[in-house]
Structure formats: structure tokens, C-alpha cells
């Protein structure tokens, strides 16, 4: 008998938007942005697996959780941030939640985390059913090893985007709006490891996670 086709989508924030890229058995079949989260789980209601590169689950005792301090330690610290409580996003300013972390002898959260709050919060109603997923550890798992190369330079786009292809994922060079490139070739990396979940392949840092501790999923 014939199959249904495999539906995936892999999420990433893209400046103002989230750009999402679609797998149907394994291939791109769509890339288009959505202003809000609710709005992805809408668009690819019946997908397989939704991957997101952003925070399900928050620590409770500060910036520890296990899938934060594993993943930096597979694709480096540079690449991956760590994930603070809630109370620290819920402050105004970011001077107010650097001053926060300082008073409870926590490491001082950056400007650009400090800046995933509202994209958290987005992404925080849907967390039961859709899968945190890190591009860079996808795409460090893929490489069996470090990149060497950042995401926005030239030689570190073009390493990811060929990794990807070698996997069947091409994505279109003409796109019918305008996207960042590393966030599209994000999400593309999320879609793959979406498209890994589904086939009951993905592996998550932790490994071994406990009850609901969060996990990142490749």
C-alpha cells in the first residue's frame, strides 16, 4: 500500500520573522517566512516533526541546563548560548538582567540572549509538541567535527550549504522573499534533524535526560 509523505518544517528566527523550510520525504518543498510562531504551528498543522533553534524549557536555578553545557562543548561556546530563568528574561533592560545575574553570582547574560526573550515566549505555548534543535550541532554531526569556519563568512556559509546538499536538501537560490541566508541554511539544518525525528534517527544532548529535563535534539 502507498505511504503518506513525510512532512517536516525546521524553524529559525530571521531577523523579523520566522523562516521556515519544509521537507516532504526528505526534500524542500517550501521556505517562507511567519511573523509568529502560532502562525507556523497553523500553516504545517499535520507535520511529522517541527524543530525550532530557540529555548523549550527554562532553568529554575539558573544558566545549567545540561543540554546548553553539552551542546557548547560538541560545536563551542561562541556558537551556542546558554539559557537563563525566566525572571531574567522578565527584566526590563538588559542592564536589569545583567545586574540580576550579578547579584545571584550568575554569568552575565549577553545583549543578543537577552534578546531571544520575546521569541521564547512565542515558541513557549507549542513546547510539548515541537523539538528544540540547534543548527550548529546538526551541522557539526554532519561534519563528524568542528567547521572551523563561522556561519557568516563566506567559506563557513558555503561548507554548510554544501553539507546540506549532500543530504538532498538544495535549497532555492531564488526565493520569493527576502531572507537571510544563514537563517534559511538554519532552518534547512533544523528541517534535516525534523526530518531525523520523525524517522526515530535523531540523538540529544543530554543523552541520558531525566523526567522532563529539556534536551536538544540532532
Known amino acids: 500500500m502507498p505511504t503518506s509523505p513525510t512532512r517536516v518544517v525546521g524553524v529559525d528566527w530571521a531577523a523579523k520573522q520566522w523562516a521556515c523550510v519544509e521537507l516532504t520525504d526528505g526534500a524542500v518543498t517550501n521556505v517562507l517566512g511567519l511573523k509568529s510562531f502560532a502562525q507556523v504551528v497553523e500553516r504545517f498543522d499535520g507535520a511529522a516533526a517541527i524543530g525550532v533553534d530557540i529555548p523549550i524549557g527554562l532553568p ?17 561556546p561562541s556558537t551556542v548560548f546558554v539559557t537563563y530563568p525566566q525572571a531574567v528574561y522578565d527584566c526590563p533592560t538588559h542592564g536589569d538582567a545583567v545586574a540580576m545575574c550579578r547579584d545571584k553570582n550568575w554569568p552575565g547574560i549577553s545583549r543578543q540572549s537577552y534578546g531571544l526573550r520575546t521569541h521564547i515566549q512565542d515558541v513557549a505555548p507549542f513546547g510539548d509538541f515541537v523539538h528544540e534543535v540547534h543548527p550548529e550541532v546538526t551541522f557539526q554531526f554532519m561534519n563528524d567535527g568542528r567547521l572551523g569556519y563561522s556561519k557568516h563568512t563566506w567559506n563557513g556559509f558555503f561548507i554548510r550549504r554544501n553539507l546540506l546538499r549532500e543530504r538532498g536538501i538544495n535549497v532555492p537560490e531564488i526565493l520569493s522573499e527576502p531572507l537571510p541566508g544563514v537563517d534559511v541554511l538554519d532552518a534547512a ?3 534535516w534533524t525534523a526530518h531525523r525525528i520523525a524517522a526515530g534517527d535523531s540523538l540529544t544532548v543530554p543523552p541520558d535526560p531525566s523526567g522532563t529535563e529539556p534536551t536538544i535534539t540532532y
Open 60 to 76: 529554575v536555578d539558573g544558566p545549567r541546563r545540561r543540554a546548553d553545557l553539552e551542546a557548547r562543548s560538541m560545536a563551542g
Open 189 to 191: 539544518a533544523v528541517a
